[in-house]
């Protein structure tokens, strides 16, 4: 498995902010990954965070929406940008250990844009 | 289109019982079928996963059942305890690009 942590674990923002996420894994891993789960709801994929390249995003997420950094195998950050109500979730952020097909998630970051 | 379809919603089960949750899928390229459990305010935890070359997994009280043919696949909790209460999710992938699609979630709650 991994240990993965996140910051912030929750914040509060303003309409037209924008906030970074920070993961942090103990590992050096080669799929990280950022998902979306709205309050009471399943998780979305946003993308999948690519070391040395530029994410890859899934249909209804655009980069500059939700520009992602990898600078090595064990961090990444999600920026929400000009933020709306409507991007309050929670954001994870999960890793995939090679040589196996599991993946474990972060504890989280709350956001909620008033 | 939602590719894995999770249910019930919700479920409500009395201490020692037996919590059954189902899932079915729709893409017979998915290869791999994991469950995961998530408390309030944590991230989901892996509790279990199954490949389709099996048709049964356990691991202590939680087994995974699995039928490739009907494209089903269900998580029984044996002998259920009040801190298994929690939100589980199905989910499935495939080959090893690690993109799960998920189920929309079972919360149990199990009752003292």
């Known amino acids: 498995s991994a240990v993965i942590s996140q910051k912030p674990s929750r914040d509060i923002c303003q309409r037209g902010t924008s906030l970074t996420i920070q993961c942090q894994v103990d590992s050096q891993v080669t799929m990280m990954f950022w998902y979306r789960q709205q309050p009471g709801q399943s998780l979305t994929l946003i993308a999948t965070a690519n070391q040395g390249s530029e994410a890859t995003y899934e249909s209804g997420f655009v980069i500059d929406k939700f520009p992602i950094s990898r600078p090595n195998l064990t961090f990444s950050t999600l920026t929400v940008s000009n933020m709306s109500p409507e991007d309050s979730s929670i954001y994870l952020c999960?890793?995939?250990?090679?040589?196996?097909?599991?993946?474990?998630f972060g504890p989280g970051t709350r956001l909620t844009v008033t | 289109q939602q590719q894995v379809k999770q249910s019930p919603q919700s479920l409500i089960v009395q201490k020692g019982g037996i919590s059954i949750i189902n899932c079915a899928y729709e893409?017979?390229?998915?290869?791999?079928f994991p469950w995961y459990q998530q408390f309030p305010g944590k991230g989901p935890a892996l509790l279990i996963a199954i490949r389709p070359d099996v048709s049964e997994k356990k691991e202590g009280r939680f087994t995974i059942s699995f039928n490739k043919s009907a494209k089903q696949f269900s998580l029984h909790i044996m002998d259920s305890q009040p801190g298994d209460s929690a939100t589980y999710f199905c989910a499935a992938s495939k080959g090893s690009n690690y993109k799960l699609t998920f189920g929309k979630g079972t919360l149990l709650t199990v009752n003292p």
């Open positions: 893409n017979t390229a998915f290869d791999y």
């Open positions: 999960s890793v995939g250990i090679s040589g196996t097909y599991e993946q474990y």
